[in-house]
């Protein structure tokens, strides 16, 4: 071990999270290496190890001969504050080589409010942040995940956006590195041939220009860049790689548990999901594989927990054969299986009884909206009969607990549907009085709302965010219509919803924002304890831009979004025409139930749903 | 079969792992060997096993001891290689059998402390360590069970105690005791940083070496 860091880790929380060496690190000589891939996830360590992608994106990357990829982790402050303060540039896990030295740098972005933490570890690796200041070939700063589906903030510091999945993209990207390296090319050379990769995106080799007003004149690819960036995909999930055996940390993480990913993309078409829009289209893994995995991975790890992960579990068609497949296995085991992402209907709150042989942990629904008006135009189809359904099937089942999750500031939100929120948890109140099997456990409801934020490659990605005025008169509005002793609410902090709307939908000129935000202590954002909105509107303020125009203004339908040369397959006209029926309050049915055209299908050639 | 004594190492990156993450650490160990541990009975059942003294964060130790019972029989001469394949860097099991001694007869510890000094170990510093720690008494603050801070002399815990210099760094190899009441042996450097502040190293490594017992013999 370095003895730099051997004399600082005593001096930090949680050391365990800054040494490597777990069960499953993959350990190379660097003597057979000709590629060394820093991949760096923006978020603590604990965050970055419960990440399903990053532990399949690491695997596929070691998998390739020659290529050694180690894992890189956001310090927390007190440890930014040794390696700072020591001199000590920030280091892979694996080899304990600093990042500067690598190849590759990668950054897996899955949020905004992770693009300050990958500028302070650009810069604890000691390189320039900017790209135009990075001349040389190495190292080369990529990213990907789904936060760079609109990569403009963050358009100046990176050499290039990986847009999609990357299973088959990265190797791709490797390959032509190695290349590169080899014969020696400069780095525009690189990035020209690297543009016409499938789903990559150079964002030097596109000109911005602007109206007066601020909004997007024009976006001109240069030198034989591509028009349009199509997002990759998976094709089929049953030949795609699978994490079986992966690292086990020796510290506990968020998620410490083996995942088994069902399926990837959503039938549902919730029309502020940008998951759902931007996954399209759904693609399952088969049982029989899901099966042979889940008891791979558990033996391999140890774990004796397993969770099905998907963005919407219940819609997995093969789900009962495969909890049944599963069960023997995991009694055996003494194997907790868990399914979070379930719907509330009966039918799912059957198989969770099945389950939890007798174990009653926290039931979670998230109805979104507080009336079917405003349920129907964002298109989030549960009703709440469904609802009440489930909550007496669960109260008479012996479960005293519920968590509610509803978002405020949705489009077309009036009072009368903030204050359905307090209704629905009233009902719920009800509900349980007249159900429940045993009364003397008392009973625990949570309400729980965010502050809606309009995403990109969504039917709401033209809205204004409500102003923060506006979305504080409507908590106080549903606290105070809150009465039930047993109902708990809490609502989410509005800081931080206000600027991941204006980082969400920004455009380039946000880069001198972010970086202003940086030098003046923005780094771990994703943190409340470390985040300060104070930092960024000072920041905006220095670089003479509105944080409003960004985050609370409605934009018209030919406006140029600065994210136009991604595309995701889901059309804009589709879009669009989603917003329109939200605003009539009609609903869109799930793609299995019939093909709403959206386009995603172009990216199967074809025909999208089987199955 | 009934209870049953691990010996391991625990060094390098491996020492950051805390208690309570090498508890998870070894259950999943046991599990990924399809061993399975003896649970207790009680309404949460949790594995049966326990470290005999735990090891601070940070020290490395050749002599850790894990205490478990299996439902199954094993082979314990084969044991050792069998978790070592499943384990995280650093952690190395040495050897399995039946305990022969119970762990309240885990009477000391031998240890060494090296005390780093960045320039040159400043000179006659042997010495005068030797003075100090041979000396009356060495009271020096420690933390209790309640977590208050006391003042304790550690004087009478210190057994035996053999001082090597070598560049840049002066080894106490000491023999302290293990329990009731027991020495961090992390503490002998504290107690020079306090007593002879101008000798204080530039860094502290502590690793234990062998657990004895009452007699003086390796405890097993």
């Excluded at chain 1, 001969?65 to 280091?91: K, Y």
């Excluded at chain 1, 099945?354 to 009653?360: A, E, P, S, V, Y």
């Excluded at chain 1, 135009?377 to 089942?397: C, M, P």
Aim: aromatic share 10%.
């Amino acid at each position: 071990m370095d003895r730099r860091l051997e004399r600082i880790l005593p001096k930090v929380q949680k050391p365990a999270r800054y040494v490597g060496g777990e069960y499953n690190a993959v350990m190379k000589d660097k003597a057979d290496v000709d590629v060394r891939f820093a991949f760096c996830f923006p978020d603590t360590y604990e965050i970055g190890m419960s990440n399903l992608g990053f532990r399949i994106l690491y695997g596929v990357m070691n998998d390739m001969p020659g290529v050694w990829c180690e894992r890189v982790f956001a310090p927390w402050t007190d440890m930014e504050a040794e390696l700072r303060g020591n001199g000590i540039p920030l280091f892979a896990l694996e080899s304990g080589d600093s990042v500067a030295d690598f190849d590759i740098i990668g950054f897996s972005v899955g949020y905004e409010m992770a693009y300050t933490a990958m500028l302070n570890m650009l810069d604890l690796a000691g390189l320039p942040l900017r790209s135009a200041d990075r001349p040389g070939l190495s190292p080369l700063v990529v990213a990907g995940g789904t936060a760079m589906y609109n990569a403009e903030p963050v358009a100046d510091f990176i050499d290039l956006a990986l847009i999609g999945e990357g299973e088959d993209q990265l190797p791709e990207l490797i390959e032509l590195y190695r290349r590169a390296k080899k014969e020696g090319w400069d780095k525009p050379r690189f990035l020209r041939a690297a543009c016409r990769i499938g789903g990559v995106y150079v964002p030097s080799l596109y000109d911005v220009t602007y109206h007066k007003d601020g909004t997007i004149a024009a976006i001109t690819p240069l030198d034989g860049a591509p028009e349009r960036v199509y997002k990759r995909v998976v094709h089929d999930m049953d030949k795609s790689y699978y994490p079986a055996r992966t690292i086990v940390p020796s510290t506990e993480i968020v998620h410490d548990r083996v995942t088994l990913e069902v399926f990837r993309g959503c039938i549902r078409g919730c029309r502020f999901c940008q998951a759902g829009y931007v996954y399209r289209p759904v693609r399952n893994r088969s049982v029989d594989q899901l099966i042979q995995y889940g008891q791979e991975a558990v033996r391999d790890s140890g774990y004796q927990e397993m969770t099905l992960a998907s963005l919407s579990t219940s819609d997995y068609p093969g789900l009962v054969r495969l909890c049944d497949g599963l069960s023997a296995f995991c009694e055996d085991h003494h194997v907790n299986l868990s399914l979070p992402s379930l719907r509330a209907d009966n039918f799912s709150m059957e198989l969770m009884q099945r389950l939890q042989n007798g174990r009653k942990a926290g039931l979670t629904f998230a109805p979104e909206a507080g009336t079917q008006r405003l349920r129907d135009a964002i298109n989030k189809n549960v009703t709440e009969d469904e609802l009440t359904e489930s909550l007496k099937t669960a109260f008479s089942g012996g479960w005293n607990s519920v968590k509610l999750y509803f978002m405020l500031g949705l489009p077309t939100e009036t009072d009368e549907d903030v204050l359905g929120i307090a209704e629905i948890a009233k009902h719920a109140v009800h509900t349980w009085r007249e159900y429940a099997s045993n009364k003397n456990r008392g009973l625990r409801i949570t309400v729980s709302t965010s502050w809606f934020v309009p995403k990109p490659f969504t039917a709401f990605q033209w809205e204004a965010q409500i102003s923060r005025e506006e979305y504080e008169r409507r908590v106080k509005l549903l606290r105070e219509a809150i009465t039930a002793k047993a109902v708990t609410y809490n609502w989410h902090d509005g800081d931080t919803s206000f600027l991941e709307a204006i980082l969400a939908r920004g455009d380039r000129r946000l880069c001198k924002v972010l970086e202003t935000a940086f030098r003046k202590g923005a780094k771990l954002d994703a943190w409340s304890d470390c985040f300060d909105l104070n930092r960024w509107l000072e920041a905006f303020a220095e670089c003479g831009l509105d944080p409003a125009f960004y985050a609370n203004r409605e934009r018209s339908r030919d406006e140029i979004m600065p994210w136009s040369v991604i595309s995701c397959y889901v059309s804009d006209q589709y879009l669009w025409h989603q917003r329109e029926l939200a605003y009539r309050s009609v609903t869109t049915p799930d793609c299995r139930t019939q093909c709403g055209g959206c386009g995603a299908s172009c990216v199967e050639g074809g025909e999208c749903y089987r199955g | 079969m009934g209870k049953l004594r691990l010996f391991f190492v625990k060094e390098g990156r491996a020492a950051y792992i805390s208690h309570l993450d090498l508890l998870r650490t070894f259950q999943r160990v046991f599990l990924r060997e399809g061993i399975v541990l003896r649970h207790s009975q009680g309404f949460h059942p949790h594995p049966i096993i326990s470290f005999a003294m735990p090891l601070p964060v940070g020290q490395e130790s050749d002599c850790e001891i894990l205490d478990f019972e299996t439902n199954g029989d094993i082979d314990t001469a084969a044991l050792p290689a069998r978790l070592n394949s499943g384990m995280p860097e650093g952690i190395a099991a040495l050897a399995c059998a039946e305990p022969v001694l119970p762990v309240r007869e885990l009477a000391a510890l031998s240890c060494k402390v090296d005390l780093l000094y960045d320039s040159c170990v400043p000179s006659g510093a042997a010495e005068k360590i030797a003075a100090l720690l041979g000396g009356g008494s060495v009271v020096i603050q420690k933390r209790t069970k309640h977590k208050s801070l006391a003042d304790v002399d550690i004087r009478p815990m210190i057994r035996d105690l053999r001082l090597e210099e070598a560049p840049g760094v002066l080894r106490l190899y000491a023999v302290v005791s293990a329990q009731n009441p027991g020495l961090n042996p992390a503490l002998l450097a504290a107690a020079v940083e306090k007593y002879l502040p101008e000798l204080s190293p530039d860094f502290v490594r502590v690793r234990r070496l062998a657990v004895l017992d009452g007699s003086g013999a390796s405890f097993r």
